[in-house]
């Protein structure tokens, strides 16, 4: 089956359902880099917020070590400034305190009443001296006596050995006894310190820590992140009585994949198979589109198939009602389809007078019963009331699942077909009666082409006789002879009446077992009467041993004696000329040398003269009846000969003979050896 293939291409389908799915995949390809972007701010947002509450931890650390350290401080007041006591426990303080380098009691001027320093950091205080913290160490005093309670100073610079220094920031306690001012204890804090004995060393992990200004000038390094990657920052504001610290947590930025956490991940495997799944569902949608082509392709094919039937094709269903006609079924019955679909039983189309049997069969039809493959005929009425007969060839119709749902019928209307049998059957009986009368024709021309010579015989006879009656010096010997010839050629014309009659009726003829001498000496007479008349010489030539032939006798002597004149005739008088010795006529006989494989053995009859021969139209209408040269000729005898040994199962074929002539030859059966 081939359909059209630019149904394909207006079709819009396809072009449409690549930039649906083009459009779809850049969605999908937006949609995850949205989301790889907005999972990697979110992780970053969440390192950040980490960061931030690690630096506050660490401050809130600081702040509370400070509280803690400023109430340890607070102890050293006990004991007498001057005392070793008070040395001791200093020292002890600087030795458990990292954070802490100097720890000092001055008076409420100012005066240093007892110092120590830290054992950490050997000569901090001998590169500069003292004195010059001492307008910082003032400041936080003073700050201190205003509120009663510790304050510390903004932190500075102190240079060290080696061109180094450190931060450090100082703490003023006022302390007071019975209400009045003592002095002050100052504890001094290195910043580093600080960092490196409170900070948690579980939140550095990996990270920097320092004090900065707050421009993010770094005032003292704890730890800082190895080399050159991407920094966060956090910061944390350490608030202290008269002074405020900023602390600054730095950490490297994780590195971020295209995938960084499980959830992009899941995003995109998600969509990854989404993709899959709408891939598969595309292809699949490919595949039912054509699908769906290609039927209905199928379907308008078949429809196209069906209204340019002539045959009528009705559907039912188990219940008779019709469910499908084509148009020409609807032209046939000469109703629209609306009339007939639906249409139950007794049909529309059923003619009154045969609603019964029709019922009967519909009946034995829906018990189940087989219908015949080769089909039915039925009548049908048309709706003007014209009765026609129909060829019905009907299925069973089966669903997808196997079960019958009806029956579909092709439906021909034979009204043309009965037509033409009638013409056929009219034209036939005239023929009949044109031959009959033509046969009969036939019959009297043969009868009076066959009779010619036993009658001419006859005539010849009995004019000898008359003749030997009226010289009565010849005396009568030869009259009996001359009258049993006579009668010999009364017979032989009775006969020829009757073989003709019989063959012409196409009767089965008598068939007997002849010997070809006898047949060619039954015709010797005749010959011999012709042979004379035109002075010609009759050579018979019967080979030895040759077998009987199975025949009408009649008929094959009067086809040996047609040959044999028509022979004489092609040799008239002067040609060929008398002295050449041609004037000829031989009839021979033999046996035909049987085949190894063949059952039958015949026996070939040849009749040769020396005439002009056939001209080529001769040739090829020799057989024709009427076919004629001679002024006096029938045209029939060739036309005979043939049939008669046809009939005998033989054929009859002509040759040339050199170097002028003609050879007609037959076969006959040779009757079985007994
Ligand atoms: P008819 O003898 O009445 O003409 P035939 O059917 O016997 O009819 O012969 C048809 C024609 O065939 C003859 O008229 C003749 O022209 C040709 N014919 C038949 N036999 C011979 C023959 N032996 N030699 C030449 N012509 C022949």
């Given at each position: 089956m081939t359909h059209p293939s630019n149904a394909a291409q207006a079709w819009p389908y396809p072009r449409r359902w690549w930039l649906a799915g083009l459009l779809l995949l850049a969605l999908l390809t937006g949609l995850l880099g949205v989301l790889v972007f907005l999972a990697r701010e979110y992780e970053a947002a969440r390192e950040q917020d980490d960061l931030s509450r690690d630096v506050e931890a660490i401050a809130n650390d600081m702040r509370s070590e400070l509280t803690r350290n400023t109430q340890t401080v607070q102890l050293?007041?006990?004991?007498?400034?001057?005392?070793a006591l008070w040395q001791q426990r200093a020292e002890r303080l600087l030795q458990s305190h990292r954070a802490l380098v100097r720890l000092e009691w001055r008076d409420p001027d100012m005066a240093l009443l007892a110092s120590s320093n830290t054992p950490f950091l050997g000569a901090l205080f001998q590169t500069l001296p003292r004195d010059q913290a001492l307008p910082d160490i003032r400041r936080a005093c003073d700050a201190a006596s205003r509120i009663s309670g510790p304050s510390y100073s903004s932190n500075y610079f102190w240079p060290t050995a080696g061109g180094r220094g450190l931060a450090l920031m100082e703490m003023c306690l006022p302390i007071a006894q019975s209400g009045t001012p003592k002095g002050f204890l100052v504890a001094t804090y290195s910043l580093a310190g600080m960092m490196a004995e409170w900070a948690n060393t579980s939140l550095l992990r990996g990270r920097g820590l320092a004090f900065t200004e707050a421009d993010g000038t770094r005032l003292s390094l704890h730890a800082t992140v190895p080399g050159g990657r991407e920094l966060m920052l956090a910061g944390a504001l350490l608030d202290l009585p008269g002074h405020t610290l900023q602390l600054q947590l730095q950490s490297p930025r994780r590195p971020l994949g295209l995938f960084p956490n499980v959830l992009t991940a899941v995003v995109g495997a998600l969509s990854l198979s989404l993709l899959v799944v709408l891939a598969f569902l595309a292809h699949d949608m490919r595949r039912r589109w054509r699908a769906e082509r290609e039927l209905a392709e199928a379907l308008a094919f078949r429809k196209a198939m069906e209204n340019s039937l002539v045959t009528g094709l009705r559907a039912r269903d188990m219940q008779g009602r019709l469910t499908y006609v084509n148009p020409a079924f609807c032209d046939m019955v000469g109703l629209p389809p609306e009339q007939l679909l639906g249409s139950g039983l007794p049909a529309p189309y059923w003619p009154d007078e045969l609603l019964d049997v029709y019922q009967q069969r519909q009946a034995v039809r829906l018990a189940g019963q087989a219908l015949p493959r080769e089909g039915f005929e039925s009548m049908f009425q048309r709706s003007d009331g014209t009765r026609f007969p129909v060829l019905i060839i009907e299925a069973p119709l089966i669903d997808a699942h196997g079960t019958q749902t009806g029956w579909m019928s092709a439906v021909l209307d034979l009204s043309e077909q009965r037509r033409v049998e009638e013409l056929n059957r009219a034209q036939q009986d005239r023929l009949q009666a044109t031959a009959r009368l033509a046969m009969m024709g036939e019959m009297a021309s043969l009868l009076s082409h066959e009779l010619n010579q036993p009658l001419a015989a006859i005539a010849s006879y009995a004019n000898g006789s008359l003749n030997l009656l009226a010289d009565?010096?010849?005396?009568?010997?030869?009259l009996p002879s001359a009258m049993r010839q006579i009668v010999a050629q009364a017979d032989r014309a009775a006969r020829v009446i009757k073989s003709v009659s019989d063959f012409v009726r196409r009767r089965e003829q008598v068939r007997e077992a002849v010997n070809a001498a006898d047949l060619l000496e039954s015709i010797q007479p005749l010959l011999a009467l012709q042979a004379s008349k035109l002075g010609i010489r009759v050579l018979i030539n019967v080979q030895a041993g040759v077998p009987p032939v199975v025949c009408d006798r009649t008929m094959v002597e009067q086809v040996l004696l047609n040959l044999a004149r028509n022979g004489m005739q092609a040799m008239p008088h002067g040609d060929p000329p008398a002295r050449s010795g041609w004037r000829v006529l031989s009839l021979s006989v033999q046996a035909v040398t049987p085949e190894a494989s063949a059952a039958r053995r015949w026996v070939e009859f040849a009749v040769t003269d020396h005439g002009q021969g056939l001209s080529e139209a001769a040739k090829t209408q020799l057989f024709i009846p009427f076919f004629t040269t001679k002024a006096d000729g029938m045209g029939l005898g060739l036309s005979l000969c043939r049939t008669v040994i046809e009939q005998h199962a033989g054929e009859l074929t002509h040759a040339p003979v050199l170097p002028r002539g003609t050879v007609f030859r037959f076969r006959l059966p040779a009757a079985p050896a007994l």
């Open positions: 050293l007041n006990s004991a007498d400034p001057n005392s009565p010096q010849r005396g009568d010997d030869g």
